[in-house]
């Protein structure tokens, strides 16, 4: 398939998902972005337009991909704790619910996020 359909496509179902994801400061939105070479999330209070706290792969090192992803979600779950951040609502920004954005997923909630 194309890369600009598939670009296209992403793009529609983040819009979807947007239009019905909304976070506020006492449950913010869990927003994760992946890139060919990165997983990134944040934490994103909407009513301000403000970020709460955010985390990427970027300097961790020496795992697979997927461990990379669930470290991820552990480290903005405790940036979350510190805060006092306890639940969120779940944004996968438009990519499927499997592989990297899954193990962010069931890393956050391993470290104590709700949602």
Do not use: C, H, W
Not at 6 to 35: C, H, M, T, Y
Not at 40 to 67: C, M, P
């Amino acid at each position: 398939m194309d890369t600009k359909i598939k670009k296209i496509q992403r793009e529609r179902r983040k819009k979807r998902i947007r239009a019905k994801v909304f976070g506020v400061s006492d449950k913010p939105r869990l927003s994760v972005f992946k890139s060919n070479k990165y997983i990134s999330a944040q934490l994103v209070d909407d009513a301000r337009g403000a970020t709460l706290a955010s985390a990427t792969s970027k300097n961790i090192k020496g795992k697979s991909v997927l461990e990379k992803a669930k470290a991820v979600g552990e480290s903005i779950a405790k940036q979350a704790e510190v805060k006092k951040i306890s639940t969120a609502v779940f944004d996968r920004g438009g990519y499927l619910y499997t592989g990297s954005v899954k193990a962010v997923a069931d890393g956050a909630r391993g470290a104590g996020l709700k949602f």
